[in-house]
């Protein structure tokens, strides 16, 4: 664990030694348990809620561990060893990690709660925004196409009315070995290729192997080309995705159906080509990968579920719901941080400029102190007058009394009504999940490979919201 007691925010808080901690029944103290995800967005929103844990509520808290959401999953349950897939440890009936925030997986918790009622997280509700993903351009292209040429690059639908080539660089200008052949990619599998076939009948797009295979044609061995620059390359826009290729098929079957000149290519470094090539690229948000750069999303067609069922992916992806978890005795071992915890919720605006803080002077607990010092209209009302009475109070009360947890089997009637009234939405609302979306199998993967961001996500043809993959691996 990590140890408690890190430097302060406001100058009024309370010392360590007069925090409280939490008190089992069986009189077992310890510290409330934080578990940050291995990535940025997480890091920042939990140092967020740290700080008012422990300087407006006067609870100790610690950093119990990292890794990914899908690991959060299964330390919120208590098991021993939430990072080993092969045998988490799973069954004990005490859990020390009791919140996490940022989780991508939420849609994984009904499996859970089947298996372990009586451990299994609950989801305290969204973070305040979703997780998207979709093909962006950089802000000043976008800003320049539009006054240059009128073009709103902005839309699928202005790709195919103006020369969105002149606005980027061509795929000519670009060296070779920092992009992967296609034949060590996504380029080469089968089912996602004849998926494009079938939805676009573009036959030139592909090539049929022996074996059955079909796999995806790149004329000079790097990049595919879309029908509307096939036959002129120097017009193609460079597309640039990272990992093995996330979300290669769907933008495949975009720039054909909606006559987009993109030529798709499989950067070595994705967190750094886009910097050096002017260029269309996958992202999702929340990151921090490319906020320098502004991105603007392409808009496409709203989702549409019959479709994607289908295998049709030429719709916008679903948002992926963004959620609070906690354990299931949180409750009872401290009530004013439960109802903290469901209050809490951020902007996508607030994370991105905390996360562009901490690229520029590099510490989240910082970034999070000074967005809390300079925003606290939009926190106070998180924090009920009596949660802070019951702080003030603390520093007055002897260290046993301090330490005391709050216990709803044995907190007195005036005190359990001030939990009560602590939270005034009704319990069918906080308790609502918004639904995590679609995340592909293949998105979990696509975190480990990119190096900078959440969501372990896996290969995006198997149909998972590359989201979740990457975020899981770049932090």
Known sequence: MISIGVPTCFPDTLPVNQKRNLRQANGEIYPLGLWVNNYLAAQISSSVLRILIEERLGYNVTETGTGSGSDALYALMGCSNPTTVADRGCGQPITYHHINLENWFASDLAELQAQFPAMAPINAGSMGYVGQESV????????????????????YLGWNRSQPGLFFDSIASI??????????????????????????????????????????????????????????????????TGGSGWMLDEVMQKATSFNMPLALGVAK???????????????????????????????????????????????????????????????????????????????????????MDVKTNGSHLDAACRWLKSNSSSWQSWLSYDEVEEVEDAGTTPYDEVEKVEDAGTTPSDEAEKVEDAGTTPSHEVEKVEDAGTTPYDEVEKVEDAGTTPLSFLNPFVGISVFVWHYMCTF
């Open 269 to 355: 470094d994705w967190s750094q080509l886009p910097r050096r090539v002017t260029c269309a690229f996958y992202w999702w948000t929340p990151d921090q990968t490319f906020l320098d750069l502004d991105p603007v999303k392409i808009t496409f067609p709203e989702y549409d579920s019959n479709a994607r069922n289908l295998g049709d992916k030429r719709s916008s992806l679903e948002g992926n719901a963004i959620s609070k978890l906690i354990s299931q005795d949180l409750s009872v071992l401290a009530p004013s941080v439960e109802v903290l915890v469901r209050s809490f919720h951020l902007q996508v605006e607030d994370l991105n400029s905390m996360m």
């Open 175 to 240: 060296d070779r070995s920092s992009v992967y052949p296609c034949n060590e990619t996504s380029f080469y599998m089968d089912y996602p290729n004849e998926l494009y076939v079938n939805i676009t009948g573009d036959e030139d797009g592909i090539r049929r192997l022996s074996g059955n295979r079909i796999v995806a044609h790149c004329p000079d061995g790097y990049f595919w080309l879309a029908p509307a620059c096939r036959d002129n390359a120097s017009q193609c826009v460079p597309y640039f």
């Open 136 to 155: 962006f351009i950089p802000k000043d292209v976008q800003r320049t196409a539009l006054q240059e040429a009128g073009a709103m690059l902005d839309s």
